[in-house]
Structures are given as C-alpha cells and as structure tokens.
Nanobody
Framework: DVQLVESGGGSVQAGGSLRLSCTHFGYSSSRHCMGWFRQAPGKEREGVAAIYTDASITHYSDSVKGRFTISADSAKNTVYLQMNNLKPEDTAMYYC????????????????????WGQGTQVTVS
C-alpha cells in the first residue's frame, strides 16, 4: 500500500512561515509528480504546488506564487513546501499527493488525476 505521511502544519500569525513535509512509502515508480492541495472550510479543494521527480518541473497556483516554494529530496522520498509570508486566506487543510507521470500544466492541479492522498495537515494563519 502507498502511504503519504505529512507533517509541519500548525498555527502562525500573518507574515510568519511554516514548512510542510511529506514522505511517501510503498510507491515504486521512480518518475512521479508530488504536490500539495488545500481545502478551506466551505471551499473546493485546490492545487497549491507540484513538482516532478527530478525537480525539473514545478507549478504553483497564482495565490501562492512568490511566497511558497516546493522542493524534493528523492533520496528521502520526501517533498517539502516552504510557506513564507503566510496570510489568513492560506488557512486550510493541506494534503500531499503523488501520482505516476509528469506534472503537466493540464493536470498538476486536477483533484481527479491524483490517486494517492495523505491524511492532511492543518495550517491556521491568524
């Protein structure tokens, strides 16, 4: 079974920073896309950022571009999301995802493309 284990969520004041981590277990593909989605109460789940295995491709939503940075450590099977200058509107449950294949412009933010999801980690910005 594929497992995604997230950590790093918490509560911060506006302008602060957090770093989310996600490690995958049991995933055999060496070429895959990992990313983060988030969902705030009453809102749809949205793609935040994604990265291809070799880190040659990254994507960001317009709302986080310039503030968030996604990176990956293939040796550790881990992806990170560094979140700086956090805003109250960043408050949400953040979910890690993984899927085989390249993170294309068309699908990196599609909820339905990713088969494997983590349990989520809460980020609260006040």
């Amino acid at each position: 079974d594929v497992q995604l284990v997230e950590s790093g969520g918490g509560s911060v004041q506006a302008g602060g920073s957090l770093r989310l981590s996600c490690t995958h277990f049991g995933y055999s593909s060496s070429r895959h896309c990992m990313g983060w989605f988030r969902q705030a109460p009453g809102k749809e789940r949205e793609g935040v950022a994604a990265i291809y295995t070799d880190a040659s491709i990254t994507h960001y939503s317009d709302s986080v571009k310039g503030r968030f940075t996604i990176s990956a450590d293939s040796a550790k099977n881990t992806v990170y999301l560094q979140m700086n200058n956090l805003k109250p509107e960043d408050t949400a449950m953040y979910y890690c995802v993984i899927e085989r294949g390249r993170c294309s412009d068309a699908r990196w933010s599609l909820v339905g493309w990713f088969r494997f999801w983590g349990q989520g980690t809460q980020v609260t910005v006040s």
